[in-house]
């Protein structure tokens, strides 16, 4: 095996090192109160938070306890020229029953909210997943005072059956049904509203939620009753600090706002109800004053909006990018001016449902993706590409040719030219709201739109102070467009955060290779990468080199 330094593997020696061991097991949990096998790291559902700081090394070691194949995401982490660590099947071996290994990345030049969670099978729908915060330096101003206190509050869809039941359906080609209720931090409360608080607010003082919703299917509304929030930060970008009732959160997403406890000192409720479903699920969760009166919150739970998807378009046009805000370096957020920059490529993606001999599947441009024995990268990197995956499959404008009824399952991979600044639609032709995200990178979410997308839309676009981010919902009948540069070499996963459809199909890989070879641009296959399907004893090809 080759002998690396750590420069070589994407670690910094100067910046401080942050050392996880987690171990991962089947437990019994009973968040809705009926018992059901969960997955538990060090014994928690959900996991422990990672608290770490701009530039941290982190390094996590993995042991899997459970009967199969085991893998962690670290979802929005940019791993820059690291994609050896993303997590997901196209990039990395599962872990095997029994065995272990080590993730080592760096949170390099990033701030902000973000969760990992399992990408094998369905166990996401048992948990395993948790909060990763990247606070900024001591040294790079941000623009709110510090809040007394931070809290993660992960929300999000819950099914009573287990992980392998939901699995069985999707394989035998059924949907999932609905969801069984809403968690909020992987709690619910008794039937009359009774429950432990689960955080604390001292009077006057401001608190920071981050706010992520880690749900398999359902956008979920959250608001605390009586107390506005202030939004400060999403998905890695300092907002425009704008004030909010309630908040739409899609699957996937993070938002961090300021709440302070300004009223009279008592408990409260802090609610996420389902969004766009026929029947509204509502999770509960209590907050309280140090000085609190003793007693439950009011039953008169805060109202969620009312009618369509329109509410939730016209908040995520609210959302801005705060320009003059200091990134996770000093120089200020929008010192990058993207709407200047030529599009060099438009790739339009189509998300589709439809049956293969009967059997469900859900698809992108007309392919849906089926993961390989050999994960892509490893294809890639050891250059037998050839003997496991086509590049390019689908086009960058989808033809009539490519409808539903001529499903091709195959891997999905997008051959991406290293730099380019590309414009990526997707338009979304079914009856239920889609949210997306993109490995690797954040991007520009420019614009959201009824209908499909023309390039005269282009005019519609955000091209000053759209928030740069790594997720973007679709609502029905409608598109979103994101602009970005591609200048992450790797293999990257672009997928459906909506678990069911991610699993059968609705996900594809962008390769976006480095022509140097270079250390500049990429790091080498880390020393302690799992090695499996083809490539599992080949000869190492050259390293890179600087």
């Given at each position: 095996?080759m002998?690396q330094?750590?420069?070589d593997?994407g670690l910094?020696a100067e910046?401080?090192?942050?050392?996880f061991t987690?171990?991962?097991?089947?437990g019994?949990?009973?968040?809705?109160?009926?018992?059901q096998?969960?997955?538990l790291?060090n014994?928690?559902f959900?996991?422990?938070n990672i608290?770490s700081?701009t530039?941290?090394?982190?390094?996590?070691n993995?042991i899997?306890?459970?009967?199969e194949?085991f893998?962690?995401?670290w979802?929005g982490?940019?791993?820059?020229?690291n994609?050896?660590?993303?997590g997901?099947?196209?990039?990395n071996?599962p872990?095997?029953p029994g065995?272990?290994?080590t993730?080592r990345?760096q949170?390099?030049?990033?701030i902000?909210?973000y969760?990992y969670?399992?990408?094998?099978?369905?166990h996401?729908?048992?948990?395993?997943?948790?909060?990763l915060?990247?606070n900024?330096?001591?040294?790079?101003?941000?623009?709110?005072?510090?809040?007394e206190?931070?809290?993660?509050?992960?929300i999000g869809?819950?099914?009573t059956?287990?992980h392998s039941t939901?699995?069985?359906?999707?394989?035998?080609?059924r949907?999932?049904?609905?969801?069984?209720?809403?968690?909020?931090n992987?709690?619910?409360?008794?039937?009359k509203?009774?429950?432990?608080?689960?955080?604390?607010m001292k009077?006057?003082k401001t608190?920071k939620?981050?706010i992520c919703?880690?749900?398999?299917?359902?956008?979920l509304n959250?608001?605390?009753?009586?107390?506005?929030?202030?939004?400060?930060?999403?998905e890695?970008s300092?907002?425009v600090?704008?004030?909010?009732?309630?908040?739409?959160?899609?699957v996937?997403?993070?938002?961090?706002?300021?709440?302070?406890?300004?009223?009279?000192?008592?408990?409260y409720y802090m609610?996420?109800?389902?969004?766009?479903?026929k029947?509204v699920?509502?999770?509960k969760?209590?907050?309280?004053?140090t000085n609190?009166?003793?007693?439950?919150p009011s039953p008169q739970?805060?109202?969620a909006?009312?009618?369509n998807?329109?509410?939730?378009l016209n908040?995520?046009?609210?959302?801005?990018w705060?320009?003059?805000?200091?990134?996770?370096?000093?120089n200020?957020?929008?010192?990058?001016?993207?709407?200047?920059i030529?599009i060099?490529?438009?790739?339009?993606?189509?998300?589709?449902?439809?049956?293969?001999?009967?059997?469900l599947?859900?698809?992108?441009?007309?392919?849906?993706?089926?993961?390989?024995?050999?994960?892509?990268k490893l294809a890639e990197?050891?250059?037998?590409a050839?003997?496991v995956?086509?590049?390019?499959?689908?086009?960058?404008?989808?033809?009539a040719e490519?409808t539903?009824?001529?499903l091709?399952m195959?891997?999905?991979?997008i051959?991406?030219?290293?730099r380019?600044?590309?414009?990526?639609?997707f338009e979304?032709?079914?009856?239920?709201?889609q949210?997306?995200?993109l490995?690797?990178?954040s991007f520009?979410a420019?614009?959201i739109g009824p209908?499909?997308w023309?390039?005269e839309q282009r005019r519609?676009y955000n091209l000053l102070d759209?928030v740069?981010r790594?997720?973007?919902q679709?609502?029905?009948?409608?598109?979103?467009?994101?602009?970005?540069?591609?200048?992450?070499?790797g293999m990257?996963?672009?997928r459906?955060e909506l678990?069911?459809n991610?699993y059968?199909g609705?996900?594809?890989?962008?390769?976006v290779l480095?022509?140097?070879?270079?250390?500049r641009?990429?790091?080498n296959?880390?020393?302690n990468?799992l090695?499996c399907g083809?490539?599992k004893k080949?000869?190492?090809?050259?390293?890179y080199?600087?």
């Open positions: 095996m002998v330094d750590d420069a593997q910094e910046d401080p090192y942050l050392y987690w171990k991962v097991t089947y019994t949990i009973s968040p809705l109160g009926v018992p096998q969960g997955i790291i014994g928690q959900p996991g422990p608290n700081t530039n941290n090394n982190i390094i996590v993995v899997n306890h459970l009967d194949p893998l962690l995401t979802m982490v940019q791993h820059r020229k994609s050896w660590q993303d997901v099947p196209g990039t071996c872990i095997p065995q272990n290994y993730y990345f949170v390099k030049d990033q902000g909210s969760i969670y399992p990408t094998t099978a369905m996401r729908a048992a948990g395993g997943f948790g909060g915060r990247v900024s330096r001591l040294l790079i101003p941000v623009p709110y005072a510090d809040p206190d931070d809290y993660t509050v992960l869809d819950w099914y059956k287990s939901l699995k069985k359906f999707l394989d035998s080609g949907s999932l049904a609905r969801p069984d209720g809403v968690l909020i992987g709690k619910s409360l008794d039937k509203g009774r429950g432990k608080p689960l955080f604390t009077p006057g608190y939620y981050r919703n880690v749900g398999l299917k359902t956008s959250f608001r605390i009753q009586n107390h506005l929030m202030k939004l400060v930060e999403m890695g300092h907002t600090q704008n004030i909010y009732e309630s908040l739409d959160v899609h996937g997403q993070c938002f961090s706002v300021l709440v302070t406890a300004d009223k009279e000192p008592k408990a609610v996420a109800s389902t969004r766009f479903t029947k699920l509502t999770g969760a209590i907050i309280t004053y609190a009166k003793r007693g439950p739970l805060p109202a909006p009312v009618g998807w329109a509410w939730s908040q995520f046009r609210s959302f801005r705060n320009l003059t805000a200091s990134a996770a370096r000093p200020p957020q929008g010192s990058y001016h993207y709407g200047k030529n060099t490529r438009t790739i339009k993606l189509v998300n589709s449902a439809s049956r293969v001999n009967g059997k599947r859900y698809s992108i441009n007309g392919v849906s993706h089926v993961d390989t024995s050999t994960p892509l990197y050891f250059r037998v050839n003997k995956f086509k590049y390019d499959i689908i086009k960058d404008e989808p033809t490519d539903p009824q001529k091709i195959a891997p999905n991979v051959n991406q030219t290293f380019n600044f590309v414009e990526i639609i979304n032709h079914e009856k239920s709201l949210s997306w995200h490995a690797g990178y520009f420019a614009a209908g499909k023309s390039p519609n759209a740069s790594h997720t973007i679709v609502f029905p009948k409608s598109y979103a467009a994101i602009l970005l540069t591609f200048d992450n070499a990257w996963n672009l459906s678990t069911e991610r059968l609705q996900q594809l890989y962008i390769s480095s022509p140097a070879r270079s250390l641009d990429e790091y296959i880390p020393d990468a090695r083809i490539v080949l000869p190492f090809p050259p390293p080199t600087i």
